[in-house]
């Protein structure tokens, strides 16, 4: 797997709206984007730092797995996104080496990215997430 770079950190919220005093204003972050991606039912939040991003996640639904993870959790980190060259070819090989795939190929995510997830109990109990720029 070809890992480049951390993408972001995926961190659950219960809203952005309430989240952001605390990123822009005690973090000095600047949001510069916020997209709702309608088949995931969550609303993200981005904020740069350095070449890594943080999204804060919102649910949309109290069916969305990002509502469940609130209620099962609370909020906080939710999972680690990696930037690969291929998220195909990735989840070809970390099936081959044992690991329990979410995705069994990428579909569309939050920027335009292509995405895919690896299941935590074969990750060390970390939600990993596969990302690769279509135009790169």
Same mark, same amino acid.
């Given at each position: 797997?070809?890992?480049?770079? $951390? /993408?972001?950190? !995926?961190?659950?919220?219960?809203? @952005?709206?309430? +989240? ?6 005690? &973090? ?41 993870? $609130? /209620?099962?959790? !609370?909020?906080?980190?939710?999972? @680690?996104?990696? +930037? ?6 990735? &989840? ?45």
């Amino acid at each position: 797997m070809n890992i480049s770079h $951390i /993408e972001h950190l !995926g961190i659950a919220v219960k809203s @952005i709206e309430e +989240s952001l005093p605390y990123y822009e204003g005690v &973090l000095g972050l600047k949001c510069y984007n916020i997209e709702v991606v309608e088949d995931q039912k969550v609303k993200t939040a981005f904020f740069k730092v350095g070449q890594t991003k943080i999204e804060l996640l919102e649910p949309t639904s109290p069916d969305s797995t990002i509502a469940k993870f $609130i /209620e099962k959790k !609370g909020e906080g980190i939710h999972h @680690i996104a990696f +930037s690969v060259d291929s998220v195909a070819a990735s &989840l070809a090989e970390a099936e081959s080496k044992g690991v329990q795939l979410i995705d069994k190929a990428p579909r569309p995510g939050a920027e335009g990215l292509n995405i895919a997830f690896l299941h935590p109990k074969s990750t060390c109990s970390v939600l990993t997430e596969l990302c690769e720029h279509p135009n790169k």
